[in-house]
């Protein structure tokens, strides 16, 4: 078992809906989830990230984090044509100096 | 500042042989982390160096090999290529490869093996 699933896809949606993507893991001492953006022939760049449990806005952005459940989320409002992409889920343990990532989720976002 | 330049950025190998990937981190970041990224198994951590030490290392075959240099420059070796081995990888730069601390991903280096 992957100690971060993510469900590669892909997902389409049209333009201005709302989309969530997710992630599960098995560790429970990852503390650190971020949210990469990839977009093709480039490297990902980091979108959001999280300490410990909670939410975290910026702009149309939202990260989730539900410890209990060892799952996260990405919601995307008002989604643009620009938004399409691969969206990686990654994980990091307190000390560590390493990141798990998930598969990554390719989005179109249809015009 | 000039973001994480890799080189090269593609490259064709036939099985056997051995390649060399480059990678220059941001200025003033001592940390590089090296990833495989395949369709099938995503973004895959190889291994990580701070001030030309290896502090981790992914679940990799000994053939992947790295090393880091007194200008924080990386470098990575992958000997005896499989066709297997075809991959885009990256690397990232930090500061000092603490969660707490972004990476910054380069381009990439997109490795075909025949």
């Known amino acids: 078992q992957k100690e971060v699933e993510q469900d590669p896809g892909p997902l389409s949606v049209p333009e201005g809906a709302i989309v969530s993507l997710n992630c599960t893991y098995s560790?429970?001492?990852?503390?650190?989830f971020m949210w990469y953006r990839q977009y093709s022939r480039k490297g990902p760049e980091l979108l959001m990230y999280t300490y410990s449990s909670g939410n975290k806005e910026d702009g149309r952005f939202t990260a989730q984090v539900d410890k209990s459940s060892k799952y996260i989320s990405l919601f995307i409002r008002d989604s643009q044509p620009s938004d399409s992409a691969t969206y990686l889920c990654?994980?990091?343990?307190?000390?560590?100096?390493?990141?798990?990532f998930g598969a990554g989720t390719r989005l179109f976002v249809k015009a | 500042k000039a973001g994480v330049t890799q080189t090269p950025r593609y490259l064709i190998k036939t099985r056997g042989q051995q390649v060399t990937l480059s990678c220059s981190p941001i200025?003033?970041?001592?940390?590089v982390s090296w990833y495989q990224q395949t369709p099938g198994q995503g973004l895959q951590f190889l291994f990580e160096?701070?001030?030309?030490?290896?502090?981790n290392k992914g679940n990799f075959p000994g053939r992947f090999s790295g090393r880091q240099f007194s200008n924080s420059r990386s470098e990575m070796n992958v000997s005896t290529l499989e066709l297997g081995d075809s991959a885009l990888y990256l690397c990232?730069?930090?500061?000092?490869?603490?969660?707490?601390?972004?990476?910054?991903f380069g381009p990439g280096t997109r490795l075909t093996v025949l």
């Open positions: 160096y701070f001030s030309e030490t290896q502090r």
């Open positions: 560790n429970s001492a990852f503390q650190y």
């Open positions: 990232a730069s930090s500061e000092d490869g603490t969660p707490v601390n972004t990476q910054y």
């Open positions: 990654a994980m990091a343990k307190t000390g560590g100096f390493k990141t798990i």
């Open positions: 200025s003033g970041h001592r940390s």
